[in-house]
């Protein structure tokens, strides 16, 4: 159902009873762009911290606009899911002349790959559903309580006694006299309106005091769904927080994100404190790309992107959901693939979740065919957001302190800004394997195969002019100033894995061994999911000499073998 | 006519061959936005130095995309102009991996604007005109030559003889073994190609020399088609450029600063480089919204909103000049106002300089119907694009120095952040009427009406707390550091006015007493010409403190009797 501002207050109580009546929600947002900073391969570096890498997606990705929200609402019905699916156009319009005037920044690469899937840019500007954050809905009530307080005096009633100069507080100067001449015993009511033009005059009434009353609650009944046309599509955000039912999305760290940045308030800088405020929105995240790098999935999948993972869990040992499109609601067919359409995601997202969810039960005896989204043996994937691209830290922990691997390996290399990736694996060619993660033009990230390689290294680099290398201890104690609590709350990487299913674990695929896969199963496909494509560009013609030297550094991720 | 990324190269010659047989051309573009920073009222602060408002218009409007660009050219052609009319759809498209991932800024109450008025939004950015500035337009040049230099050593030729291992350069490794064993005395052609889905794969071919001479040419070729789409729209204005022909627009110094920013370069940090590259770039400049704020146009116009202007040259004195749309354009009715598309803007800023142009006619002896754009009597305007709301300096002089007015009676105030327009108004009621520019939340330019009580003003505040008082002179002193060249090269304000016309003068109208008017005749509507709307635009509903100080502001530009 494809919701605008023109049909958005009549769609409002299809939305509400569809989330309230529902066993489980999928999401999915289309933005004006992933990166306005660093190129993703900058922004999204594979050692970063959490709280790297969240400080850099809050600096370089809350600038762009979620400007389509799909919802997929799952109730399970006698063997089978009904769904009902919402698309929903969202854009800033102001609302009023002292309304906010919101600029965002769209990025070429992601407008022209959403256009490239026939994205109806029209749609979302010319009709898209206005939003308020929470801090801009309190403002706006005070103005509109402030407004009321003004033009009444107490703040009570517009009536005007014919003796009270005091009432008169909001009728410009040279107009008082004129309405101290008409007014009459009876009383008046006196109200500031617009024309179309936006030409404002006065409109003053006589009135009794029934009158009166009644046309006060009118005033107010207005005002309030002015306000409620304010806040727009915020209160679909506040419904499904409200609701406090499982959101599942695939790789839904940016939708997250967005999502309360844009309906709830500004990021917070802390990291704790963006947990904080995801679990009063969301009380309960499943990420489906997380699920699907997590055991027992990784073995069976090995290409997690959403529209490649919904092909592969049609297929034995999984087996498609059953899902019945509700009454009224124009049905998706997933041989006809509409992906990056918002609503067509959430809703493939869901699927993925169910058939991911069923395949858990076939490990139980005896085995069942439903697992229902409040089973246990979904929790041990809730909050997890899935981490794209970081080596040993394969999500962001949103209900409790992160992972903090063990980086003994890892060492912090500055160099001049004329080396490749080439010239870093000359330099440690003696050390075996390498694994490089470019931070900018002059540092990278190297991790040797073998920790005890790293005294050796450090030894033989004590002269090196050109270059400079720090342990990443040593790294971090340099940033310390930055990070003073990073330390704080963690929790160790490996010391009784990351996730334990209530499954048995097939012997072998230990959590432990997890850490290299999401970065090795990533193709270029499948990280453009998110973004409109964006993740998939290349630098700049401009920096031609860099562009060569990420085309280099294609083979980070890798164990390089040479 | 409709111009898009899908007929751009089909219309380029029709194009080309307007602009050339042209009298004149009319400009005008849309942008996605105004100001990124401040709002308007900020960021046109009506005693801004010319180096300043451009510095300012360069640093909180350049970042928007200028997605939309009208073209009109006007051939005079026995007695009525032939005129054709040209929109652009603009949208910087990656034309390949490499390519510059633009990002440009969207302001929402321009984009609602521009929605209003029914401007499509798919069409800018599925079907948008690519476009390169030279800089990148070099790179990618270089960029040509430096892969055919990599794939055919010597940069000259493909052809790969069996005995010549170098040729394999741009061969991978595992590849070359085979493309040995299958050589052949003749010779090879070997081309790197992709497919649709933009796999690549290498072809192989059996040529002799004359085919390879073919296939060089039709590679390079190819390239050079290459090239000149991605340089695409730029094309135009380098076609307008060395026409050397007459560009006439309305209030359009963003456009021009857009124009040479999106298409030229980066714009110069000085504004006499910008001068320079301007002048380059539109060797003749003429803005009709400064036309028509002169003598002796000034006196017969009291709005020169484009819109308005358009519809005031068509009555006494002026006459509607004669045109007819060339045989395969379509034709505007100017009845049915397409107001805020660019090539209907275009059209009627043509149209208003006509109607100028040849009103100025009536006072040669014998009048004259026609002036044509080359006339003599046109030459006072050219190159001075109107400045926006600035009290005393009227235009930017782009073929010389900026005026100079003295602002001996100009003080500059700061004030505790609480202060508002009136208690300026009351702290300087002494001193006769006063007029406020307000400069940030806490300073501001107070004008008083006679010089001779600046030095009282000053004499009686030399003991306040709250506030504290500077002359101009001192406030320019304070920023000498920021503006040290700013004396040089200027010309004083009336030493001999403005502009020369070479009509006489209307007796009491001197071009010296021009100085007030562009502000006292802005009006809401006229502001929004250049920019969707977006000047209209009150600041935001969280600063509805300022909200209440700005709606205050209005009576800025008048001098308030009390």
New interface residues.
């Given amino acids: 159902m494809e919701v605008t501002r023109q049909n958005f207050k009549d769609s409002l109580t299809t939305v509400y009873s569809a989330i309230e009546e529902a066993d489980f929600l999928a999401i999915d947002g289309e933005f004006?762009?992933i990166s306005?900073g660093p190129?993703v391969s900058a922004l999204t570096n594979g050692l970063d911290t959490p709280e790297e890498r969240y400080m850099k997606l809050k600096k370089h990705s809350m600038d762009f606009?979620l400007f389509q929200f799909g919802l997929c609402t799952f109730t399970y019905d006698e063997a089978a899911y009904v769904i009902k699916t919402f698309n929903f156009y969202i854009?800033?319009?102001?609302f009023n002349?002292?309304?906010?005037?919101?600029?965002?920044?769209?990025?070429?690469?992601s407008?022209?790959f959403?256009?490239?899937q026939g994205f109806?840019?029209?749609k979302?500007?010319?009709h898209g559903i206005p939003y308020l954050n929470q801090?801009?809905e309190v403002?706006?009530r005070?103005?509109y309580e402030?407004r009321r307080n003004q033009s009444n005096g107490s703040g009570t009633t517009s009536y005007i006694s014919p003796n009270a100069n005091k009432g008169l507080g909001g009728v410009p100067e040279e107009h008082r006299d004129y309405i101290k001449r008409v007014m009459f015993p009876k009383g008046l009511h006196v109200e500031t309106l617009e024309t179309d033009k936006k030409e404002r005059y006065i409109q003053i009434s006589k009135v009794d005091d029934e009158e009166r009353k009644r046309r006060e609650r009118q005033k107010q009944e207005r005002e309030q769904e002015e306000l409620n046309d304010a806040v727009g599509f915020s209160r679909v955000i506040h419904a499904i927080s409200k609701s406090g039912k499982l959101v599942v999305g695939h790789n839904m760290l940016l939708d997250v994100m967005h999502t309360i940045h844009q309906f709830y308030c500004v990021l917070p800088e802390d990291l704790n404190d963006f947990k904080e405020v995801t679990q009063c929105v969301f009380p309960r995240l499943l990420d489906t790309k997380l699920m699907a790098t997590t055991q027992p999935f990784k073995e069976l999948i090995n290409n997690t992107s959403l529209a490649e993972l919904q092909k592969q869990l049609k297929e034995s040992p999984f087996k498609p959901p059953k899902v019945v499109t509700a009454g009224g609601f124009p049905s998706y067919d997933t041989a006809q693939e509409q992906l990056h359409e918002a609503g067509y995601d959430a809703y493939i997202t869901g699927l993925c979740f169910i058939s991911m969810a069923n395949y858990l039960g076939t490990f139980l005896t005896p085995p069942k065919g439903h697992i229902p989204a409040r089973s246990k043996l979904i929790e041990p994937f809730f909050n997890k957001l899935f981490l794209m691209r970081i080596i040993d830290i394969p999500y962001l922990n949103i209900s409790g302190p992160d992972l903090q691997p063990k980086r003994d390996h890892v060492l912090y290399v500055t160099f001049p800004k004329e080396w490749k990736t080439s010239d870093l694996y000359q330099l440690f060619s003696a050390f075996g394997n390498i694994q490089v993660s470019w931070i900018d033009d002059t540092s990278a990230f190297v991790c040797l195969s073998q920790t005890d390689q790293v005294q050796i290294a450090m030894n033989t680099s004590r002269y090196a002019e050109s270059y400079r290398i720090q342990t990443y201890a040593e790294y971090l104690q340099g940033r310390r100033h930055v990070r003073e609590n990073q330390a704080q709350g963690s929790q160790a990487w490996g010391e009784d894995g990351w996730v334990k299913p209530h499954y048995a674990p097939v012997p072998g695929t230990a959590a432990g061994d997890y850490s290299m896969s999401p970065i090795q199963e990533e193709t270029a496909e499948e990280t453009s999911e998110t973004a409109g494509g964006?993740w998939?560009?290349?630098?700049?013609?401009?920096q031609?000499k860099k562009?060569r030297k990420v085309k280099k550094r294609k083979t980070d991720g890798e164990w390089c073998p040479f």
Avoid at 91 to 94: E, H, L, R, T, V
Avoid at 97 to 107: E, G, V
Avoid at 536 to 542: E, I
């Fill in positions: 004006s762009g306005d190129n606009l854009f800033p319009k102001p002349r002292t309304s906010p005037d919101i600029k965002f920044i769209c990025q070429s690469s407008i022209d959403l256009a490239s109806d840019f029209n979302v500007f010319r801090e801009e403002q706006l005070e103005q402030e964006a998939q560009q290349q630098p700049s013609a401009n031609s562009g």
